[in-house]
C-alpha cells in the first residue's frame, strides 16, 4: 500500500523567495514518485518526476526536488518564486511493480505575494 | 495538438439522469486511466485500461462504466446520477511500464443538481 502526505494545505511565499513545498510518502516497495502542477480550471502537468535514477531531479519551470529514503520525502523546492508559480502542486507516488496507479498528496495551494 | 482530450468540458444535469464522458489520446499510449477529483481537489484513481482490458477498478460503485472501444478512446458512463458524483473528472493515458508519466486531459467539471 502507498500513501502520500503533504505538509500544509496553503503555502504563501514573496515573489523571489526560496518555495519548499513538502512530501512524505510510504510505500511497501520501491517509489516511484512525481510532482504535478495544476493551474486554474486546468489539466495536471507534470512538473518533475524521480524514477530512481538519480535522486536530484530536476524539472521545468525552475524546480526540483530531492528523493531521501532515509526521510520518506521528496520535496519540492525552487530557488526563486515567480508570480505565475501560483498554483495547486501535487506530490505523487506508484509502484515500481503491478498496475500503475498514481496515489496523490491533499495538494498544497502556493500564493506568490508581489 | 491536443495531447489528451475530454468532452464536453462541463456537465450540468439532474439527479438521476444518465451521463457520458469522452476521452481521446493521440500520443500512441496504451494505457489509460479515469481519476476523480473532489471538491477538496483531492485526486483519486476510479479506473485503468491498459490494450482496451480494465486493470484497475478501485472501489467505485457500479453505477461507473468505463469502457474502451481502442487504445486511444476510453469513455466513462454514469447511471442514475447523485449529488455525491459533482466533481472534476479527469482522464490520462500514459506508456505501459513502470514509472511512466500520465499525460493528463483538461478535466470534465460534473454538477448534479
Known amino acids: 500500500a502507498q500513501s502520500v502526505t503533504q505538509l500544509g494545505s496553503h503555502v504563501s511565499v514573496s515573489e523571489g523567495a526560496l518555495v519548499l513545498l513538502r512530501c512524505n510518502y510510504s510505500?511497501?516497495?520501491?517509489?516511484?514518485l512525481f510532482w504535478y502542477v495544476q493551474y486554474p480550471n486546468q489539466g495536471l502537468q507534470l512538473l518533475l518526476k524521480y524514477t530512481s535514477a538519480a535522486t536530484l531531479v530536476k524539472g521545468i519551470n525552475g524546480f526540483e526536488a530531492e528523493f531521501k529514503k532515509s526521510e520518506t520525502s521528496f520535496h519540492l523546492t525552487k530557488p526563486s518564486a515567480h508570480m505565475s508559480d501560483a498554483a495547486e502542486y501535487f506530490c505523487a507516488v506508484s509502484a515500481n511493480q503491478g498496475a500503475q496507479k498514481l496515489v496523490f498528496g491533499q495538494g498544497t495551494r502556493l500564493t506568490i505575494n508581489p | 495538438d491536443t495531447a489528451v482530450s475530454q468532452t464536453p468540458k462541463y456537465l450540468v444535469t439532474q439527479m438521476g439522469n444518465d451521463k457520458s464522458i469522452k476521452c481521446e489520446q493521440n500520443?500512441?499510449?496504451?494505457?489509460m486511466y479515469w481519476y476523480k477529483q473532489d471538491s477538496k481537489k483531492f485526486l483519486k484513481i476510479m479506473f485503468s485500461y491498459n490494450n482496451k482490458e480494465l486493470i484497475i477498478n478501485e472501489t467505485v460503485p457500479n453505477r461507473f462504466s468505463p469502457k474502451s472501444p481502442d487504445k486511444a478512446h476510453l469513455n466513462l458512463h454514469i447511471n442514475s446520477l447523485e449529488l455525491g458524483d459533482s466533481a472534476v473528472y479527469f482522464c490520462a493515458s500514459s506508456s505501459s511500464g513502470s514509472g511512466e508519466t500520465q499525460y493528463f486531459g483538461p478535466g470534465t467539471r460534473l454538477l448534479v443538481l
Open positions: 500520443l500512441g499510449h496504451d494505457t
Open positions: 510505500s511497501s516497495v520501491p517509489p516511484y
